[in-house]
């Protein structure tokens, strides 16, 4: 016997750019514009590969994936096929019962961290609360309370995450969380110690000395700072740093949010640059290729100092997002997106280079693979900072159909971090672009 189907009225939605707009700052908290890229709201409707289209149909090639969440490129074949399979199927299952593709995923992922560890993976909807999940364990397991970041890190805007930061504009005027202390970064084109990565460690070592009780919970670290300024940490200052920290009794996590999945060209995670191995690593943005998906990745030892009491999330292991992890794994395989993110980014790079040398007002070129940036300042001797001349490029560049990112704890850097898809042709694009921006300073 035939069961009846309701058949319900369609939802319309207005895509036109006033009303969209007009009803964004009618509707939406206003901490939302403080987080907008341009002076006029880009109003986006559509992506393909590494290509975006407004609501008036103007197409762009993207240098920013969302703040680095599109990986493997938007609307990938599998990502959508896999998510819209399982959304048929049942679209959500909470902690309390366990799905087969949740840990699945996890057992692929998991896979990918070095051999001989016994890795576990904790599920989150966000980086910031992967980081907020990683903090506790530290202080957990170790018994200990001090933490250490660096400065213009970041590591998210919520809870523990904010209180990280070491950049004054993302932390609101409220008490921050206690235990946490910040030493220099070591940054060889600004950094207080120059190009001394011995200089850095020694400023941890003063740290531990003099504001600790000579024991931490632990060391966070991004292997190339993103927002702060995409710089990538010197060789042998990861490998340095956790040498000391575990001397403390600490623990050390690494923030692969931006810098994993293949972005960095030359490995699969940042941290693979220093030949070390993290106690824990934080992941988001692009293992979801845009679905809400981060992940604590961690030494089963230290992730059972969480076991003793009850802790959960209601959408960390959501079905449909996770079958997108899965998918973006299998899709940075057979794509062979390592190698392309290699050897686009080292062209890339090139470029940005020669460009350098025909424009006074890029003070620095740095990062690896597909996470790059561009310093502008004002005088290649003082080292100014061009904040706004870079806010013009970039308004210049959108007019002209490319997306770059600023960013920065100064607020003149250009970002470079496109979906992993991007063609040599599109870097002769957006060089092109670069130049007649440059051209109209």
């Known amino acids: 016997m035939a069961s009846d189907t309701k058949i319900y009225s369609p939802i319309e939605t207005n895509w036109s750019y006033d009303a969209v707009v007009e009803k964004g700052l009618t509707f939406t908290s206003p901490s939302v514009k403080t987080f907008q890229a341009y002076s006029q709201p880009l109003v986006l409707k559509k992506g393909q590969g590494q290509y975006l289209w407004d609501v008036n149909d103007k197409k762009y090639l993207d240098l920013m994936a969302q703040n680095l969440c599109i990986s493997v490129g938007y609307n990938h074949p599998l990502v959508n096929g896999e998510v819209k399979k399982q959304m048929d199927m049942l679209t959500h299952s909470t902690a309390m019962y366990v799905h087969a593709v949740p840990v699945h995923y996890a057992e692929e992922l998991a896979a990918r961290f070095p051999a001989g560890q016994d890795w576990v993976v904790q599920l989150v909807n966000s980086g910031a609360e992967a980081v907020d999940v990683a903090f506790m364990m530290a202080r957990l397991y170790t018994g200990n309370v001090e933490m250490i970041a660096l400065r213009t890190c970041y590591h998210g805007i919520q809870g523990s995450a904010m209180s990280l930061a070491g950049i004054h504009f993302f932390r609101q005027p409220v008490p921050p969380i206690p235990g946490i202390l910040h030493v220099a970064n070591p940054h060889p084109y600004r950094g207080v110690f120059g190009t001394s990565t011995e200089a850095y460690l020694d400023e941890i070592d003063r ?4 504001s600790t009780p000579g024991k931490v919970a632990g060391f966070i670290v991004e292997p190339i700072q993103g927002f702060g300024g995409v710089i990538p940490m010197p060789k042998g200052y990861l490998s340095g740093a956790f040498e000391r920290i575990r001397a403390a009794g600490g623990i050390c996590i690494v923030d692969e949010i931006q810098t994993g999945v293949t ?31 981060s992940a604590v990745v961690v030494k089963r030892e230290i992730a059972e100092a969480m076991a003793h ?30 190698q392309r993110a290699k050897e686009v980014g080292a062209y890339a790079k090139d470029k940005l280079q020669s460009l350098q040398a025909k424009n006074d007002i890029i003070g620095d070129v740095r990062g690896s693979g597909l996470m790059l940036g561009v310093e502008l300042v ?13 806010g013009r490029v970039v308004e210049a560049a959108r007019d002209n159909g490319v997306i770059i990112g600023k960013g920065g704890a100064m607020g003149n850097m250009l970002r470079i971090n496109p979906p992993l898809c991007l063609q040599k042709d599109d870097v002769d694009f957006f060089i092109e672009v670069l130049e007649s921006s440059f051209s109209q300073l």
């Open 207 to 210: 740290t531990i000395e003099c």
């Open 263 to 293: 972005r960095t060209g030359e490995h699969f995670w940042g941290f693979q640059m220093d030949d070390v191995i993290p106690d824990i690593i934080v992941l988001g943005k692009g293992i979801g290729n845009g679905f809400p998906l």
């Open 309 to 338: 009491r009850k802790w959960f999330n209601t959408y960390g292991s959501n079905p449909m997002s996770c079958a997108a992890g899965r998918a973006v794994l299998r899709a940075i395989d057979e794509d062979q997106t390592q």
């Open 378 to 390: 004002k005088d290649r001797a003082t080292k100014e900072p061009a904040d706004e001349e870079a």
